[in-house]
């Protein structure tokens, strides 16, 4: 069993930066190897891929949308994943997710069995 907890949304304003945190903690496991995933959602819009790491590795992975301007990193003696966000942008307004699972793709939902509460990113313009 895993839990994630993010923290770190908050309202900004054009150009400004945001750090988010996804502190996990394992309860039980078969497999080690994880990846985690961050995803958005906007108001009335279907949830897309933002950025990925497998753990293992530390191989990262960006959607084109955001990629140059966040970088995801991970901290393992914390347990606990960042999304680095810069130069944020309007279109950047979203409730983000961050999620775990052995997955085969890192940018997709499939394989994610496990997904954080949600933080609201709000950029003004």
């Known amino acids: 069993q895993v839990e994630l907890v993010e923290s770190g949304g908050g309202l900004v304003q054009t150009g400004d930066s945001l750090r988010l945190s996804c502190a996990f903690s394992i309860r039980s496991i078969v497999n080690p190897s994880y990846a985690m995933g961050w995803f958005r959602q906007a108001p009335g819009k279907e949830r897309e891929f933002v950025a990925g790491?497998?753990?293992?590795?530390?191989?990262?992975y960006y959607a084109d949308s955001v990629e140059g301007r966040f970088t995801v990193s991970r901290d393992d003696a914390k347990n606990t994943g960042f999304l680095q966000m810069n130069d944020l942008k309007p279109e950047d307004t979203a409730v983000y997710y961050c999620?775990?699972?052995?997955?085969?793709?890192?940018?997709?939902?499939?394989?994610?069995?496990?997904w954080g509460q949600g933080t609201q990113v709000t950029v003004s313009s």
């Open positions: 999620a775990a699972g052995t997955v085969m793709a890192v940018s997709r939902e499939h394989g994610y069995t496990y």
């Open positions: 790491i497998r753990w293992s590795g530390g191989y990262t």
